[in-house]
């Protein structure tokens, strides 16, 4: 194991969403790339903001991506630890009290770092007010109790959201004040919604319970975050921690696209062998499907209706493939195709192969492409999406396919 340390540092005030998700990834595809450690700290130094449930839901999103944390630790349980810090800053004339709050003497000139994303970066510090460590109700703000931790636990990469990369220049001053030598920072650019506004925790719809819930998967979303933001899609199947360098993260804002997203999940799901589909379902409670079935409608696994995940394909749509295959499902025929579907049940010998059953039916009525296929296949499943005619007729058997043909519900 390699001295690398990293966190992912949530405060529980809200679920997360794609964009704070991604920053946990990053560091952990970080930690996994260079044989570190990664740690979950939860920043809960202020329990009025605290909500209920947070700190679980964020355990068992990170348990959903598989990036569950090396350690975990709580700033509620180390106030003694930011008193001592304070104390020890104040008698070494690093930091001094006014009006019963401690704070850090910046002593102004110009602080300079090379951020990991952003480049070079430079901050005047002459025009800034000392920072409060410590309130006067004796609580420790944000910065003292993050850059004592971050000292205390040999964190030795910074990997957070770009809203604190103006804070950079009081972390390290004060990690100096520490007498430690401060950590790498690589800032990721936060993630925006298709309006260009920050991924909100408020957020519900957004949340990664949500996208769960909608049948998002977790390989496919955690390829499309690794990738998010580099200019690079990842193959389905490649680890992302082989080839993660911050240096590709792009300094501007990335745009969460549902449509991106339901695409790599479509190319994941085409990777799928049915035993992983399966051990999947039977994870979910549900039943097996056929090997058969798998490679009929894989492709074609998409919710459907209108909204941003319309083009997602999920394996809770195998059910209704199911259903199309072996259940009972009223056939969908228009009275302008009761010809058509007629002369399709007539046609379809036990024989016949689906190219001749089909020229067959276009010889009887005259018709010909969709207008042919569309009732005929409506007919069949339901539906006016799904694999190639002869593909539909064979998951479905000639039987049951004549009855639905003829209107009956079968
Ligand atoms: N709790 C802070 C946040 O959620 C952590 C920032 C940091 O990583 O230092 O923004």
Known sequence: ?????????????????????????????????YGGRFTLRIDDTDPTREEAGAVDAIRSDLAWLQIPPDAERRQSARAERYAEAAERLRQAGHA????????????????????????????????????????????????????????????????????????????????????????????????????????????AALSLATLRAFGVEPEPLVAYLAGLGTG???????????????????????????????????????????????????????????????????????????GPWARLPTLAALEEWRAVASGAIAPAAAAEDRDVLAAAADALDDGIDAEAWLAAVSEATGRRGKRLRLPIRRALSGRSDGPPLGDLLALVGRERARRRLRGERA
Do not use: C
């Not at 992912?8 to 930690?31: D, Q």
């Open 1 to 33: 194991m390699s001295d690398v340390h990293v966190r992912f540092a949530p405060s529980p005030t809200g679920r997360l969403h794609p964009g704070n998700a991604r920053t946990a990834l990053v560091n952990a595809l970080f930690a996994r790339r």
């Open 96 to 203: 001094y009290e006014a009006e019963g709050a401690v704070r850090l003497s910046l002593g102004g000139g110009v602080e300079r770092w090379h951020d990991r994303v952003h480049g070079a970066m430079t901050v005047d510090l002459a025009h800034q007010s000392d920072p409060v460590l410590r309130r006067a109700d004796g609580r420790a703000t944000y910065t003292l109790a993050s850059v004592v931790d971050d000292v205390d636990f040999a964190i030795t990469h910074v990997i957070r959201g770009d809203d604190h990369l103006t804070n950079t220049a009081v972390h390290l001053r004060l990690a100096r004040a520490l007498g430690a030598e401060p950590p790498a920072f690589a800032h990721l650019p936060l993630v925006v919604d298709e309006r260009g506004a920050p991924l909100s925790k408020r957020d």
């Open 232 to 306: 690079r899609s990842l193959a389905p199947g490649e680890d992302p921690a082989a080839t993660l360098a911050l240096e590709a993260f792009n300094a501007a804002a990335p745009r969460f696209d549902p449509g991106e997203l339901a695409r790599a999940q479509e190319r994941w799901l085409a990777t799928l062998e049915v035993d992983a589909v399966n051990a999947r379902l039977a994870a979910r409670g549900g039943a097996p499907v056929d090997a058969a079935l798998w490679r009929a409608v894989h492709g074609n696994l998409a919710r459907g209706g209108d």
